[in-house]
């Protein structure tokens, strides 16, 4: 069987961008003293609070950040100018190297999880079953609480006396486990948490993408005589490839900046065994005031998220005739 082209998704792809186009040209006739006299001055009001905005707020930083990276500044005296040596100490440091395996390795089980996950879920509360809603505010609750409050509340469901798990493993002989202490189970407890925080978000995603399938598509394939591993293979699947890509990109970045859960629940021990990189950034720049070499590895991580992103795209953004 083959996939089963969106037809009427396509053409109202293309009725927006021909909405759109007439309304960019016009700005863009605009900004560059085309039109009445007098637009050129009002269409680039329209768009400085904007520009001053990234400007201010993403620009700048990056631009800062990059020269911080090629100095060695201890946060009291005036930067120095040292070249690319953070960069090439970098290479061979072996806490940092560490804490980007650390990195990859909770970012790729995270999502390794969380996608089919709340996929899952999704597909299941996008049937009508009763008490749907309730499920789904079940669900999605977690997605609301702050980092630390899911720390606070995890500490108590993980601790090794007294803690909700061990009311649950007890009665099979399993008790006392250090789950936050334990080299070994630390990074797992935290993926845990991690994804009892996430897949509500994300499966509110994917319920999104399901609910704007037009019920066509899967009436048409089952006149085709397909099943329901067909259906979901050659009609979800691919009329969800925006929804995937925008949850798998914003997993992806959201775990590489892991930052306060971390700090929290773990304070990246024991032993390192949760130091990611984000953590190793903040105790490198306010822990030991090397605010150049800080600023090297957070470079290197907005480049490496720069490149995963690109390939991300380049792999999952929608082709001719996939679209929802």
Known sequence: MTAISPSANRGRRFAV????????????????????????????????????FFATFVFYPIGNAAYVSLTSWDLIGPPRFIGWRNYERLLTDPNFLHSAWVTVYYSVVLLAFELPISLG?????????KGRSFYQAVIFAPAVLTLVVVAALWRVVLAPV????????????????????????????????????N??????IFLAGLQA??????????????????????????LLRPFLLFVMVISVIRAAQ???????????????????????????????????????????????????????????????????
């Open 213 to 238: 399938i037009p019920m066509t598509y899967y009436e048409a394939a089952r006149l085709d005589g397909a099943g329901r591993w067909a259906l979901f293979r050659y009609v979800t699947l691919p």
């Open 258 to 324: 892991a930052f306060s859960l971390f700090y929290a629940l773990t304070n990246g021990g024991p032993a390192d065994a949760t130091k990611v990189l984000p953590y190793l950034i903040y105790e490198t720049a306010f822990g030991f005031n090397r605010m150049g070499y800080a600023s090297a590895m957070a470079m290197l991580m907005f480049a490496a998220l720069l490149v995963l992103t690109a390939v991300q795209f380049s792999l999952l953004r929608p082709r001719g005739g996939e679209s929802a």
């Open 17 to 52: 961008r021909g909405f759109m186009a007439p309304s960019f040209a016009r700005l863009k006739g605009a900004l560059h003293g085309g039109g009445a006299p007098g637009h050129a001055g009002t269409a680039w009001l329209m768009v400085l609070p904007s520009v001053v």
């Open 121 to 129: 879920l999704a597909i299941l509360l996008d049937r009508n079953i």
């Open 162 to 197: 007294g803690g909700l798990i061990e009311v649950v493993t007890e009665p099979f002989g399993v008790t006392g486990v250090q789950w936050l202490n334990n080299r070994d189970l630390a990074m797992p407890a935290v993926i845990l948490v991690s994804l009892w925080k």
């Open 199 to 204: 897949v509500g978000y994300y499966m509110v």
